[in-house]
């Protein structure tokens, strides 16, 4: 099992920054590719990024790829998502989720993740 508790939101203008934690504990944090993910009001939960198990290898959706910024720090069980150039349509509830152990990819669909952080609030204004 993986815990996940997400941080950092919060009410920014179009054009700003902020960055995103997630820490996680129970099961060895290194062994899990992490994503981010996000869910504006009334839309399905979207891919904003992922990160392999050793931070080397990352990808993105297109409507963040340039402006945000996904890193991990496995000695502080943490991963991290730096948004720039924030836009209105970056308003979202943002979630860390985790694959299992056993799983490598680095995957953009939502049903192969296993463990899910309870979301965190980005506004940001125009």
């Known amino acids: 099992q993986v815990q996940l508790v997400e941080s950092g939101g919060g009410l920014q203008q179009a054009g700003g920054s902020l960055r995103l934690s997630c820490a996680a504990s129970?099961?060895?944090?290194?062994?899990?590719?992490m994503g981010w993910f996000r869910q504006a009001p009334g839309k399905e939960r979207e891919f904003v990024a992922v990160?392999?198990?050793?931070?080397?290898?990352?990808s993105y959706s297109d409507s963040v790829k340039g402006r945000f910024t996904i890193s991990r720090d496995n000695a502080k069980n943490t991963v991290y998502l730096q948004m720039n150039s924030l836009k209105a349509e970056d308003t979202a509830v943002y979630y860390c989720?985790?694959?299992?152990?056993?799983?490598?990819?680095?995957?953009?669909?939502?049903?192969?993740?296993?463990?899910w952080g309870q979301g965190t609030q980005v506004t940001v204004s125009s």
């Open positions: 989720a985790a694959r299992s152990l056993t799983k490598y990819s680095l995957s953009a669909q939502l049903r192969e993740y296993d463990y």
């Open positions: 129970g099961r060895t944090f290194g062994t899990n590719v």
């Open positions: 990160i392999s198990k050793s931070g080397d290898s990352s």
